[in-house]
């Protein structure tokens, strides 16, 4: 979503340059850079919060229809890959948090996220754990293409 707007906005992510401001340094020109940064860092522990709590209820459920064997195998990529996401997600909360604190403008993202988890004891296995994360999330996402079901007339 934030690409998106970023790029309404006018933002080129291939060559790290903009042609335009981009969304959140227009808000931070109204805003402060302190300010839009503690409002992005709620925003992702929200979404952070929401991916784990998906997985623990296992809310995930509710929509897919698979034989009780597959529905193991969703199970242990779901569960998997929404904590490893939102994990991420909590980083990048935590990251945008601290720049805010300073006053600084909030540029935190997936690559900021992986630094900083590079850089904690045990980095290179956390980053492994990551990843494998990253891949099961990715096999529940291609499950959910295979087996949700939506039910039109509640749609």
Same mark, same amino acid.
């Given at each position: 979503?934030?690409? !998106?707007?970023?790029?309404?906005?006018?933002?080129?992510?291939?060559?790290?340059?903009?042609?335009?401001?981009?969304?959140?340094?227009?808000?931070?020109?109204?805003?402060?850079?302190?300010?839009?940064?503690?409002?992005?860092?709620?925003?992702?522990?929200?979404?952070?919060?929401?991916?784990?709590?998906? $997985?623990?209820?296992?809310?995930?459920?509710?929509?897919?229809?698979?034989?009780?064997?597959?529905?193991?195998?969703?199970?242990?990529?779901?569960?998997?890959?929404?904590? !490893?996401?939102?994990?991420?997600? %909590?980083?990048? !909360? %935590?990251?945008?948090?601290?720049? *805010?604190?300073?006053?600084?403008?909030?540029?935190?993202?997936?690559?900021? !996220?992986?630094? %900083?988890?590079?850089?904690?004891?045990?980095?290179?296995?956390?980053? *492994?754990?990551?990843?494998?994360? %990253?891949?099961?999330?990715?096999?529940?996402?291609?499950?959910?293409?295979?087996?949700?079901?939506?039910?039109?007339?509640? $749609?």
């Amino acid at each position: 979503m934030v690409y !998106a707007f970023s790029l309404w906005w006018g933002v080129n992510f291939s060559s790290g340059n903009s042609s335009g401001d981009g969304f959140a340094r227009t808000a931070a020109s109204f805003i402060g850079a302190g300010p839009v940064s503690l409002i992005l860092s709620l925003i992702f522990a929200i979404v952070g919060g929401a991916h784990i709590w998906k $997985a623990i209820s296992r809310k995930y459920r509710d929509h897919i229809q698979a034989s009780p064997m597959v529905g193991w195998w969703i199970d242990l990529a779901a569960i998997g890959g929404l904590c !490893a996401r939102g994990l991420i997600f %909590f980083i990048i !909360a %935590f990251l945008l948090l601290q720049h *805010g604190l300073a006053g600084q403008e909030g540029r935190a993202g997936l690559a900021d !996220a992986l630094d %900083f988890i590079a850089g904690l004891p045990f980095g290179v296995w956390l980053l *492994g754990a990551t990843g494998t994360g %990253f891949f099961l999330f990715a096999v529940y996402s291609f499950a959910e293409a295979i087996w949700r079901r939506i039910n039109v007339e509640d $749609a």
